[in-house]
């Protein structure tokens, strides 16, 4: 018998076995356990971690619909548009907002991902001058991201989807099911690895992040990374 009546629910549709669940909400929750902080500390870096994984939710949600809406005879176009406005809606909160608020709770203020290219530059430097135990190879990880994928996805989900201040034609690039999953995998993936990076950094010997070969994950949580000591042969 349960006194105070606890109710169990189902909050996701998706189970360990789809990387992003594991390797958001699973692994980088564990990589969060290894930091050198006080439990608070963690905790709240973790509630943002959370909800990053509760906006990826929703917008896988939404992809799968989009990829059987597609397929479907005669689906209504609103509809289809519909879902993917819900999909980059909760993409970019889930990178511009969420995402930026786990960072600066490891310790890193990253916002200068999201400024023009020209204090991009600038700041990304300063960035890596202040933080020598970041490479340089992470800022220009960001800068070749915010180039493929990062500053088109945001015209498009500011000037468009909010405002309407550019044409329709961007429709044609944004509106497919291929290009819909394509910008999902990459914006939880560069999530993934800079989070990675950011927590690495502030491991304290004798412990690092370790990267798994992808051909020894186990398919029912496909993690990517775990925490192990320095010195070991897959150790990145």
Not at 22 to 34: K, Y
Request: net charge negative.
């Amino acid at each position: 018998m349960d006194p105070l009546r606890h109710k169990i629910e189902k909050i996701s549709d998706f189970g360990t076995s789809e990387p992003w669940v594991a390797r958001i909400m699973f692994s980088i929750m564990d990589l969060v356990d290894h930091l050198p902080f006080e439990k608070y500390k963690k905790d709240e870096i973790k509630k943002w971690v959370l909800e990053i994984s509760k906006e990826l939710n929703a917008a896988y949600e939404s992809l799968i619909k989009i990829e059987e809406l597609e397929v479907k005879d005669n689906a209504a176009l609103y509809s289809k548009h519909s879902q993917y406005e819900n999909l980059y809606s909760a993409l970019w909160r889930a990178y511009k907002d969420r995402f930026q608020k786990a960072c600066g709770g490891i310790g890193y203020d990253i916002g200068f991902l999201f400024e023009k290219d020209k204090i991009f530059e600038e700041r990304s430097q300063e960035f890596i001058k202040d933080n020598p135990e970041i490479r340089d190879s992470f800022r220009k990880m960001l800068k070749i991201d915010r180039r493929i994928w990062q500053n088109g996805l945001s015209d498009f989900r500011n000037l468009y989807i909010e405002h309407k201040e550019i044409g329709e034609e961007i429709e044609k690039i944004y509106y497919k099911p291929d290009s819909a999953r394509k910008i999902f995998e990459n914006v939880w993936q560069a999530m993934e690895d800079t989070l990675v990076v950011f927590i690495n950094s502030k491991l304290q010997d004798p412990f690092t992040v370790i990267e798994i070969p992808e051909e020894k994950r186990d398919p029912a949580c496909p993690v990517r990374f775990i925490v192990g000591l320095k010195g070991t042969i897959d150790a990145k």
